[in-house]
């Protein structure tokens, strides 16, 4: 499929480590797909759904104990320790290459090696990237033909050039404790081995878009974020771009493809999806900042997705879908999970593939588990998702699962209080990753799992782009949908009516809205948040609005013991901004 050198010289070196008992190249046809699945589902691995309800999809069960991410088996390779950072695990990369080598050394021998050159974004779009995954995983190649831009256009676009991401994956043995997903920034490389969950080894996601891109984009001067990416249109017609970063599992897809109240479709308010997780963003050549998704679908968390919370999302899930770590309807050969809808299947098999009973108590689908769909499916895509310039963003977004803390939203003061606002970013810890759940976390930009190196150098990263874009910035913001009441019951009703928050950062970026500025930043007046049409009153939202200057003067003790793991690194610009909203709160 190639003639490239580099990539070819390379594949040779993992074979000779791999010792593959064949080796197949994906180029990506519907014919060998086709082939493919139907091995994937002659080894169990893939159970073929009720092809006239949902066509094309698929369900899959992985390993008990391999769910979801692991971060404490996640490593940065840099050659110098001081280069991950405090916020990462670090491993030297010789350490890590012999330790990784022994245990992929042979490892595909019994099995087929598959070669997947994949392109993150558009097709020759000039943010676009090529990697490269060798797996011995169907599951992966399945997933990776729905989550990008897969197979010999790829190859060709990539040509002779040696600017590719090496992936290397094994399921291996599936066993936790010796399972690694390192990655070697200085070499563009990720060795991922014994995990089949999404997020460890569908290595164009996490791994590179995140990890090893934002390295790449400190280097090249530009970012890549754990954003989504949304086009909010006027009645006019106008569509204007935000960008939002939250943590996993904290409703970016259903950010990303929010219906609006009927009030504001009344009036022609529209939005569309460009991305639900991962944003690559560059300065274009007008000055304003550009963002491309560089995913083709949505590895989204299927429980609590359904008619009512994201239309969108279930709709996108109707056909070529896979699903992981759901219930098996037998009652029909289809799916359901929690909070689908209020009709749990009598006969049917929970998600570690036990006879399961509703009655009992415990959840049939886990807590994350996923569904992978096409990007083409979903009724509100962006008429600019294959827009090789990608967007213009108005906005950006900071965003996570706070119960009493941060208001309902509040705007930056500038460019560098925004990456203030960013950088003390906090979410109560969601079941995306293992580990504790609903534990207060600083989670700076959602991007503590993924920068790829020292966060105090990405925070840096973050003030240069502002001074290059000067008053061409978009206009920074925080938001939290979370707040809860003294009975642990959320306040504001979130998924559609957030447009109501929307429509208040647009106006703001137009210079349309008033605020009112507080210690934290500016808010918006009660009044200016509209809430026709809702069960919501004037009091309850100036509560949702409140600061509570207490409480943050506690969190900012708390942003002066995370700022103390950067020494050095942490920017001047960031200690300013802490000494001044201690300044404002008194
Ligand atoms: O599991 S993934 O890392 O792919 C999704 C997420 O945690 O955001
Ligand atoms: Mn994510």
């Given at each position: 499929?190639?003639?490239?050198?580099?990539?070819?010289?390379?594949?040779?070196?993992?074979?000779?480590?791999?010792?593959?008992?064949?080796?197949?190249?994906i180029d990506g046809s519907e014919?060998q797909l086709?082939?493919i699945r139907?091995?994937?589902?002659?080894?169990?691995?893939?159970?073929?759904?009720?092809?006239?309800?949902?066509?094309g999809?698929?369900?899959?069960?992985?390993?008990?104990?391999?769910?979801?991410?692991?971060?404490?088996?996640?490593?940065?390779?840099?050659?110098?320790?001081?280069?991950?950072?405090?916020?990462?695990?670090?491993?030297?990369?010789?350490?890590?290459?012999?330790?990784?080598?022994?245990?992929?050394?042979?490892?595909?021998?019994?099995?087929?090696?598959y070669?997947i050159?994949y392109?993150?974004?558009?097709?020759?779009?000039?943010?676009?990237?090529?990697?490269?995954?060798?797996?011995?995983?169907t599951y992966v190649v399945l997933n990776m033909d729905i989550m990008t831009r897969m197979g010999?256009?790829?190859?060709?676009?990539?040509?002779?050039?040696?600017?590719?991401?090496?992936?290397?994956?094994?399921?291996?043995?599936?066993?936790?404790?010796?399972?690694?997903?390192?990655?070697?920034?200085?070499?563009?490389?990720?060795?991922?081995?014994?995990?089949?969950?999404?997020?460890?080894?569908l290595?164009g996601?996490?791994?590179?878009?995140?990890?090893?891109?934002?390295?790449?984009?400190?280097?090249?001067?530009?970012?890549?974020?754990?954003?989504?990416?949304?086009?909010?249109?006027?009645?006019?017609?106008?569509?204007?771009?935000?960008?939002?970063?939250?943590?996993?599992?904290?409703?970016?897809?259903?950010?990303?493809?929010?219906?609006?109240?009927?009030?504001?479709?009344?009036?022609?308010?529209?939005?569309?999806?460009?991305?639900?997780?991962?944003?690559?963003?560059?300065?274009?050549?007008?000055?304003?900042?550009?963002?491309?998704?560089?995913?083709n679908g949505?590895?989204?968390?299927?429980?609590?997705?359904?008619?009512?919370?994201?239309?969108?999302?279930?709709?996108?899930?109707?056909?070529g879908?896979i699903?992981?770590?759901?219930?098996?309807?037998?009652?029909?050969?289809?799916?359901?999970?929690?909070?689908?809808?209020?009709?749990?299947?009598?006969?049917?098999?929970?998600?570690?593939?036990?006879?399961?009973?509703?009655?009992?108590?415990?959840?049939?689908?886990?807590?994350?588990?996923?569904?992978t769909?096409p990007?083409?499916?979903?009724?509100?895509?962006?008429?600019?998702?294959?827009?090789?310039?990608?967007?213009?963003?108005?906005?950006?977004?900071?965003?996570?699962?706070?119960?009493?803390?941060?208001?309902?939203?509040?705007?930056?003061?500038?460019?560098?209080?925004?990456?203030?606002?960013?950088?003390?970013?906090?979410?109560?810890?969601?079941?995306?990753?293992?580990?504790?759940?609903?534990?207060?976390?600083?989670?700076?930009?959602?991007?503590?799992?993924?920068?790829?190196?020292?966060?105090?150098?990405?925070?840096?990263?973050?003030?240069?782009?502002?001074?290059?874009?000067?008053?061409?910035?978009?206009?920074?913001?925080?938001?939290?949908?979370?707040?809860?009441?003294?009975?642990?019951?959320?306040?504001?009703?979130?998924?559609?009516?957030?447009?109501?928050?929307?429509?208040?950062?647009?106006?703001?970026?137009?210079?349309?809205?008033?605020?009112?500025?507080?210690?934290?930043?500016?808010?918006?007046?009660?009044?200016?948040?509209?809430?026709?049409?809702?069960?919501?009153?004037?009091?309850?939202?100036?509560?949702?609005?409140?600061?509570?200057?207490?409480?943050?003067?506690?969190?900012?003790?708390?942003?002066?013991?995370?700022?103390?793991?950067?020494?050095?690194?942490?920017?001047?610009?960031?200690?300013?901004?802490?000494?001044?909203?201690?300044?404002?709160?008194?």
């Amino acid at each position: 499929m190639t003639n490239n050198k580099h990539v070819l010289s390379w594949i040779e070196e993992m074979k000779a480590l791999v010792k593959p008992a064949n080796v197949v190249w994906i180029d990506g046809s519907e014919e060998q797909l086709k082939q493919i699945r139907a091995e994937s589902e002659a080894k169990g691995e893939m159970i073929k759904l009720n092809e006239e309800k949902l066509p094309g999809c698929y369900l899959h069960r992985t390993a008990i104990n391999d769910v979801a991410r692991v971060e404490h088996r996640t490593f940065i390779c840099s050659r110098k320790q001081e280069d991950a950072g405090p916020t990462n695990n670090w491993m030297d990369p010789k350490e890590a290459y012999e330790k990784l080598g022994k245990l992929f050394d042979g490892v595909m021998k019994d099995r087929t090696m598959y070669v997947i050159p994949y392109c993150m974004g558009p097709i020759g779009s000039p943010l676009a990237k090529i990697g490269i995954e060798l797996t011995d995983s169907t599951y992966v190649v399945l997933n990776m033909d729905i989550m990008t831009r897969m197979g010999k256009p790829a190859l060709d676009m990539l040509g002779d050039s040696n600017d590719f991401v090496r992936g290397l994956h094994s399921k291996a043995d599936i066993d936790e404790e010796n399972r690694y997903i390192c990655h070697f920034p200085e070499d563009n490389a990720i060795w991922s081995i014994n995990s089949g969950y999404g997020g460890n080894v569908l290595l164009g996601k996490k791994c590179f878009a995140l990890r090893i891109a934002s390295y790449q984009g400190k280097n090249e001067g530009w970012m890549a974020e754990h954003m989504l990416i949304l086009g909010l249109e006027n009645p006019k017609g106008e569509v204007k771009y935000i960008a939002a970063a939250f943590p996993s599992a904290c409703g970016k897809t259903n950010l990303a493809m929010l219906i609006p109240p009927e009030v504001y479709q009344k009036k022609g308010y529209k939005v569309w999806t460009v991305g639900d997780d991962i944003a690559w963003i560059r300065i274009g050549a007008d000055g304003r900042l550009w963002a491309i998704n560089p995913e083709n679908g949505f590895f989204g968390v299927a429980p609590g997705t359904n008619m009512k919370s994201n239309p969108n999302a279930l709709l996108s899930t109707k056909k070529g879908t896979i699903f992981t770590n759901v219930v098996h309807n037998l009652e029909d050969n289809t799916v359901w999970w929690e909070g689908l809808d209020k009709n749990p299947p009598k006969n049917a098999i929970n998600w570690k593939g036990e006879k399961w009973d509703s009655a009992s108590g415990e959840k049939g689908a886990h807590p994350n588990s996923r569904f992978t769909a096409p990007a083409k499916n979903c009724p509100c895509i962006s008429s600019e998702f294959e827009s090789k310039q990608g967007v213009p963003l108005s906005a950006i977004v900071f965003g996570g699962r706070r119960a009493k803390t941060a208001p309902l939203v509040y705007q930056s003061l500038s460019w560098q209080h925004g990456v203030f606002v960013g950088s003390i970013m906090a979410s109560e810890t969601t079941a995306a990753a293992t580990g504790a759940v609903g534990v207060v976390r600083r989670d700076p930009m959602a991007m503590l799992p993924f920068c790829g190196y020292h966060m105090g150098d990405y925070f840096k990263h973050w003030l240069e782009i502002g001074e290059k874009l000067g008053d061409k910035a978009p206009k920074i913001f925080n938001v939290n949908w979370f707040r809860t009441d003294d009975e642990g019951h959320f306040i504001w009703p979130g998924y559609g009516d957030n447009m109501r928050v929307l429509e208040w950062i647009i106006n703001r970026c137009e210079g349309k809205a008033d605020a009112v500025e507080t210690p934290i930043g500016y808010e918006p007046k009660a009044e200016d948040i509209n809430l026709e049409g809702l069960d919501i009153n004037l009091d309850t939202l100036k509560g949702l609005l409140g600061v509570d200057v207490n409480l943050w003067k506690e969190e900012a003790k708390g942003i002066h013991e995370f700022y103390g793991k950067f020494g050095d690194k942490l920017p001047a610009a960031l200690k300013t901004e802490l000494a001044n909203l201690e300044k404002r709160l008194g």
